[in-house]
Nanobody, 127 residues
Framework: QVQLVEVGGGEVQAGGSLRLSCAASGRTLTMDVMAWFRQAPGKEREFVAAIAKNGDRTAYVDSVKGRFTISRDNAKNTVTLQMNSLKPEDTAVYYC????????????????????WGQGTQVTVSS
């Protein structure tokens, strides 16, 4: 059974930075696409960023492009989201997610494709 655990959330002022990390246990996730989603109060869960299993392809929602960077370390079974220039509208619970994929360069942006989810970590950006 795969377990994902996120750390690194917190409260920061607008313009600040946070770094979220997600550690996987249960099995190696070198064959999995990994991603970050977020959910603000009263809103649906939203795709933020994804990274293909080989780490060569990434995708971002338009609202975070140029500010957020997703990366992975397959040797450590971790995925990281570096968030810079944070805005109040980035406030949400952030979730790490993964799914097994036989393809090396693809990724999904729909939460329905993801098999494994972390418990979430709160990010609050104050103005």
């Amino acid at each position: 059974q795969v377990q994902l655990v996120e750390v690194g959330g917190g409260e920061v002022q607008a313009g600040g930075s946070l770094r979220l990390s997600c550690a996987a246990s249960g099995r190696t996730l070198t064959m999995d696409v990994m991603a970050w989603f977020r959910q603000a109060p009263g809103k649906e869960r939203e795709f933020v960023a994804a990274i293909a299993k080989n780490g060569d392809r990434t995708a971002y929602v338009d609202s975070v492009k140029g500010r957020f960077t997703i990366s992975r370390d397959n040797a450590k079974n971790t995925v990281t989201l570096q968030m810079n220039s944070l805005k109040p509208e980035d406030t949400a619970v952030y979730y790490c997610a993964a799914y097994f994929s036989s393809a090396s360069y693809t990724y999904a942006t729909s939460p329905d494709e993801y098999q494994y989810w972390g418990q979430g970590t709160q990010v609050t950006v104050s103005s």
